[in-house]
T-cell receptor, first 114, second 111 residues
């Protein structure tokens, strides 16, 4: 099976712009979660989607949003970018939502905001 | 507040020795605990999942213990190799809550 894919792999944006990141989960996986990883804060949960519905949301401002399509592919959007949004954004898929499901991560999108 | 702590940011050991990494948590009652490995510039890779009613789980050279009384998990790599050098993350998942990760322990195995 193909793994989780994320596009683009690298992105450079300027403050105030918006960005859309894409994630294709492993075939058959219905849950997609997004994480932000920075050296200072580590891996922080953004949100989870399951069957096109947001199931969980982390403590991030409303500038961070996401959606999931009927084929389980997911996108996340960050509007009005700030310097502090520079990070590695990771997408992870799992068979289902809830306890007991391991997550399979993509390679991430490295976002740099200047 | 809820917290997950992993011992020391870095751990250096000699090849062939057993590496032991610790994950402590507070104010959680997790039903499951997971361990992941992350190499620089890559996404985490799932290693092991242990349930609250399991005391120990093994996979090849890896062993995980889960003590819900101590609120602690230990992660062991026996006969460590330089290729085991990476950052190891523990993660907790309770109910429908998000998977929450510790800050990780960077393991360096010296040849």
């Amino acid at each position: 099976k193909a793994g989780v894919t994320q596009t683009p792999r690298y992105l450079i944006k300027t403050r105030g712009q918006q960005v859309t990141l894409s994630c294709s989960p492993i075939s058959g996986h219905r849950s997609v979660s997004w994480y932000q990883q920075t050296p200072g804060q580590g891996l922080q949960f953004l949100f989870e989607y399951f069957s096109e519905t947001q199931r969980n949301k982390g403590n991030f401002p409303g500038r961070f949003s996401g959606r999931q399509f009927s084929n389980s592919r997911s996108e996340m959007n960050v509007s009005t970018l700030e310097l502090g949004d520079s990070a590695l954004y990771l997408c992870a898929s799992s068979l289902s939502t809830g306890d007991g499901y391991e997550q399979y991560f993509g390679p991430g999108t490295r976002l740099t905001v200047t | 507040s809820q917290k997950i702590e992993q011992n020391s940011e870095a751990l250096n050991i000699q090849e062939g020795k057993t590496a032991t990494l610790t994950c402590n948590y507070t104010n959680y009652s997790p039903a499951y605990l997971q361990w992941y490995r992350q190499d620089p510039g890559r996404g985490p890779v799932f290693l092991l999942l242990i349930r609250e009613n399991e005391k120990e789980k093994r996979k090849e050279r890896l062993k995980v213990t889960f003590d819900t009384t101590l609120k602690q998990s230990l992660f062991h790599i026996t006969a460590s190799q330089p290729a085991d050098s990476a950052t190891y993350l523990c993660a907790l998942h309770t109910g429908r809550r998000a998977l929450t990760f510790g800050s990780g322990t960077r393991l360096q195995v010296q040849p």
